[in-house]
């Protein structure tokens, strides 16, 4: 997930990539940055770039 958000990817286009609905991936999201103390996607991409998340 974090990954695809450095990547550039709105909320649509990742439900689309990984099959799922939009609100699922929002949930994905919201965890994630909760789980790795980040409040947006700039810091989110920050932390993939650092952690090797990125392709």
Known sequence: M?????SGLSNTEIADALFIGEATV????NNAFTKIGV????????YATRHGLTG
């Open 2 to 6: 974090l990954g695809l958000i450095a």
């Open 26 to 29: 929002k949930t994905h999201i």
């Open 39 to 46: 409040r947006n996607r700039v810091e989110a991409t920050h």
